[in-house]
């Protein structure tokens, strides 16, 4: 059994309860869009988009929590197999990149069907755009934090006092991360920028704003205000995901498992 595999079978519940979650909010979107009004079911699809999006921090979460059981359980001698640091390390993000992956991608797939019935246009490239920006700049680093965090607990098992470290630490993390959101939108301008996409909505919306005409381009509203979409966060996100895999993989060649 390699090691894909066996990380699969390992978070199976977890899999399984997401793709539960997903079954169901599709099925109570897509009979709103075939027998009620698909406007408002994107409303509502929206709402509950902001409800269900958090749930992939689950993901590193449990994959950080099976990493600290590893130490001390029936799975220790995974820690001491003779693979290399990377391997483990790119089995376990891998396996954690593919479910937070397909996870937002149905996730925006669908959004994205139930604002085509709803009458909403937009160039074809936002919904792409959208998954690639939660993934890279958002779950990606979180995964790769995760898996330090795992291994950090596997290799030192902290005690009360380094448990509480580690909470504080963690509250410097987030305000770390919100710095390094604010330095890539204020000093990496120089980066590739997006152009601002077309958001037309449909006439029934466009009429509650009072434009002529009944549609409403959100892109002549934004254009006063911004420019452009910059993908600094894009890479920033890939630059800090890269920096804590060698982290990772480097506590995993130097730790000692015994």
Do not use: C
Request: proline fraction near 6%; hydrophobic fraction near 60%.
């Amino acid at each position: 059994m390699n090691l894909v595999t066996l990380e699969l079978r390992k978070h199976r519940l977890l899999i399984g309860g997401l793709a539960l979650l997903l079954l169901v909010w599709v099925a109570w979107l897509a009979r709103g869009v075939s027998g009620g009004d698909p406007l408002l079911t994107l409303g509502l699809g929206l709402g509950s988009l902001l409800a269900i999006a958090p749930f992939g921090v689950l993901v590193p979460i449990v994959l950080a929590r099976a990493l600290a059981g590893e130490a001390a359980g029936p799975l220790a001698f995974l820690l001491a197999s003779p693979r290399s640091g990377w391997t483990h390390v790119a089995a376990r993000f891998g396996v954690g990149f593919a479910v937070l992956g397909v996870y937002y991608a149905v996730l925006v797939a669908t959004v994205h069907w139930v604002a085509a019935a709803a009458g909403v246009r937009y160039d074809a490239w936002l919904p792409l755009a959208v998954w690639l920006y939660t993934i890279a700049g958002w779950a990606a680093p979180l995964l790769a934090l995760g898996l330090v965090y795992g291994l950090l607990i596997s290799a030192y098992r902290p005690g009360r006092g380094g448990q509480i470290v580690a909470v504080a630490a963690s509250a410097g993390v987030l305000a770390g991360w919100s710095w390094l959101g604010r330095f890539a939108l204020e000093r990496l301008g120089f980066l590739p920028q997006l152009p601002l996409p077309h958001l037309v909505l449909p006439e029934k919306v466009g009429r509650l704003f009072g434009t002529s005409g009944g549609t409403l381009d959100l892109k002549a509203g934004l254009e006063p205000l911004v420019q452009s979409v910059p993908t600094a966060p894009v890479w920033v996100g890939l630059v800090v995901t890269l920096a804590l895999l060698v982290v990772a993989a480097r506590l995993w060649e130097e730790a000692e498992w015994a």
